[in-house]
Protein backbone atom coordinates (compact mmCIF):
# COMPACT_ATOMS: atom_id res chain seq x y z
CA UNK A 1 0.00 0.00 0.00
CA UNK A 2 1.16 3.56 -1.18
CA UNK A 3 1.78 6.44 1.45
CA UNK A 4 -1.27 8.63 2.15
CA UNK A 5 -1.42 12.11 0.39
CA UNK A 6 -2.59 14.77 2.54
CA UNK A 7 -2.02 17.61 0.77
CA UNK A 8 1.39 18.94 -0.53
CA UNK A 9 2.89 19.80 2.55
CA UNK A 10 2.11 16.69 4.17
CA UNK A 11 1.84 12.61 3.46
CA UNK A 12 1.04 10.09 6.07
CA UNK A 13 3.78 6.84 5.41
CA UNK A 14 2.20 3.42 5.10
CA UNK A 15 3.47 1.85 7.73
CA UNK A 16 1.82 4.05 10.49
CA UNK A 17 -2.22 2.77 8.64
CA UNK A 18 -2.98 -0.56 9.79
CA UNK A 19 -5.89 -1.91 7.59
CA UNK A 20 -7.97 -5.34 8.34
CA UNK A 21 -10.66 -7.17 6.29
CA UNK A 22 -13.52 -8.32 8.25
CA UNK A 23 -16.66 -9.45 7.58
CA UNK A 24 -19.56 -6.70 6.44
CA UNK A 25 -22.95 -6.78 8.38
CA UNK A 26 -26.44 -6.19 6.73
CA UNK A 27 -27.72 -7.11 3.75
CA UNK A 28 -25.94 -9.35 1.04
CA UNK A 29 -27.21 -12.63 0.97
CA UNK A 30 -24.48 -15.27 0.64
CA UNK A 31 -21.74 -12.71 -0.57
CA UNK A 32 -21.31 -10.87 2.66
CA UNK A 33 -20.95 -14.54 4.80
CA UNK A 34 -18.41 -15.89 2.64
CA UNK A 35 -16.35 -12.82 2.04
CA UNK A 36 -14.52 -10.23 4.04
CA UNK A 37 -15.21 -6.99 2.22
CA UNK A 38 -15.61 -4.47 4.97
CA UNK A 39 -12.60 -2.75 5.94
CA UNK A 40 -11.46 -1.51 9.10
CA UNK A 41 -8.63 1.11 9.27
CA UNK A 42 -6.77 1.96 12.25
CA UNK A 43 -4.49 4.93 12.21
CA UNK A 44 -2.71 6.63 15.46
CA UNK A 45 -1.91 9.96 14.60
CA UNK A 46 0.32 10.18 18.05
CA UNK A 47 3.35 8.09 15.97
CA UNK A 48 2.66 10.76 13.33
CA UNK A 49 5.92 13.24 13.01
CA UNK A 50 4.06 15.13 10.08
CA UNK A 51 1.41 16.37 12.16
CA UNK A 52 1.73 19.41 14.72
CA UNK A 53 1.04 18.67 18.46
CA UNK A 54 -2.57 21.10 17.73
CA UNK A 55 -3.79 18.92 15.02
CA UNK A 56 -3.28 15.69 16.62
CA UNK A 57 -5.46 16.93 19.87
CA UNK A 58 -7.62 19.12 17.76
CA UNK A 59 -7.91 15.64 15.42
CA UNK A 60 -8.50 12.99 18.93
CA UNK A 61 -11.16 15.89 19.87
CA UNK A 62 -13.09 15.85 16.97
CA UNK A 63 -13.38 12.02 16.77
CA UNK A 64 -13.20 10.96 20.28
CA UNK A 65 -15.86 8.54 19.53
CA UNK A 66 -14.01 6.74 17.17
CA UNK A 67 -10.73 6.11 19.64
CA UNK A 68 -9.52 2.93 21.03
CA UNK A 69 -7.66 1.96 23.72
CA UNK A 70 -4.77 3.11 22.30
CA UNK A 71 -6.05 6.40 20.92
CA UNK A 72 -6.25 5.22 17.25
CA UNK A 73 -8.49 6.36 15.23
CA UNK A 74 -10.47 3.53 13.68
CA UNK A 75 -12.17 3.93 10.57
CA UNK A 76 -14.72 1.19 8.45
CA UNK A 77 -15.85 1.14 5.32
CA UNK A 78 -18.41 -1.54 4.12
CA UNK A 79 -19.85 0.86 0.98
CA UNK A 80 -18.71 -1.51 -1.98
CA UNK A 81 -18.54 -5.03 -2.55
CA UNK A 82 -14.96 -4.93 -3.26
CA UNK A 83 -12.18 -4.93 -0.49
CA UNK A 84 -9.82 -2.35 -2.09
CA UNK A 85 -12.82 -0.10 -2.66
CA UNK A 86 -13.52 0.16 0.32
CA UNK A 87 -9.88 0.39 1.41
CA UNK A 88 -9.39 3.20 -1.14
CA UNK A 89 -12.76 4.63 0.77
CA UNK A 90 -11.66 4.35 4.23
CA UNK A 91 -8.39 5.84 3.36
CA UNK A 92 -9.95 9.06 2.30
CA UNK A 93 -12.17 9.28 4.96
CA UNK A 94 -8.81 9.30 6.98
CA UNK A 95 -7.67 12.01 4.60
CA UNK A 96 -10.55 14.16 4.94
CA UNK A 97 -10.57 13.52 9.10
CA UNK A 98 -6.88 14.75 9.14
CA UNK A 99 -8.00 17.79 6.80
CA UNK A 100 -10.91 18.76 9.07
CA UNK A 101 -7.84 18.64 11.93
CA UNK A 102 -5.98 21.20 10.02
CA UNK A 103 -8.66 23.96 9.76
CA UNK A 104 -7.55 26.74 11.57
CA UNK A 105 -10.43 28.54 13.16
CA UNK A 106 -10.75 32.61 11.99
CA UNK A 107 -10.88 35.03 15.01
CA UNK A 108 -14.22 36.11 15.79
CA UNK A 109 -14.41 40.36 15.25
CA UNK A 110 -17.36 42.24 17.17
CA UNK A 111 -18.99 44.34 15.07
CA UNK A 112 -20.65 47.36 15.84
CA UNK A 113 -24.36 47.53 15.22
CA UNK A 114 -25.55 49.52 11.59
CA UNK A 115 -26.88 53.23 12.24
CA UNK A 116 -30.29 51.44 10.92
CA UNK A 117 -30.40 48.82 13.66
CA UNK A 118 -29.91 50.96 16.51
CA UNK A 119 -32.44 53.32 15.17
CA UNK A 120 -34.90 51.02 14.76
CA UNK A 121 -34.20 49.47 18.11
CA UNK A 122 -35.23 53.22 18.92
CA UNK A 123 -38.23 53.22 17.61
CA UNK A 124 -39.51 50.23 18.93
CA UNK A 125 -38.54 50.56 22.04
CA UNK A 126 -40.93 54.16 21.83
CA UNK A 127 -43.60 52.33 20.60
CA UNK A 128 -43.82 49.74 23.15
CA UNK A 129 -42.96 52.62 25.86
CA UNK A 130 -46.24 54.09 24.67
CA UNK A 131 -48.30 51.43 24.91
CA UNK A 132 -47.24 50.86 28.37
CA UNK A 133 -47.95 54.32 29.25
CA UNK A 134 -51.40 54.33 27.54
CA UNK A 135 -52.57 51.21 29.77
CA UNK A 136 -52.19 53.44 32.89
CA UNK A 137 -55.03 54.92 34.56
CA UNK A 138 -54.58 58.21 34.79
CA UNK A 139 -56.46 60.43 37.61
CA UNK A 140 -57.04 63.88 37.53
CA UNK A 141 -58.04 65.89 40.56
Do not use: H, W
Not at 78 to 101: H, P, V
Not at 127 to 134: M, N
Amino acid sequence: MEDLIINDKITIPSELIKVSAVRSSGPGGQNVNKVSTCVELRFNPKNCSQLSETAIKKLLNLYKNQLDADEAIIITSQRFREQYRNIEDAREKLRLMILESLKVKKKRRPTKPTKASIEDRISKKKIISQKKASRSKKFDD
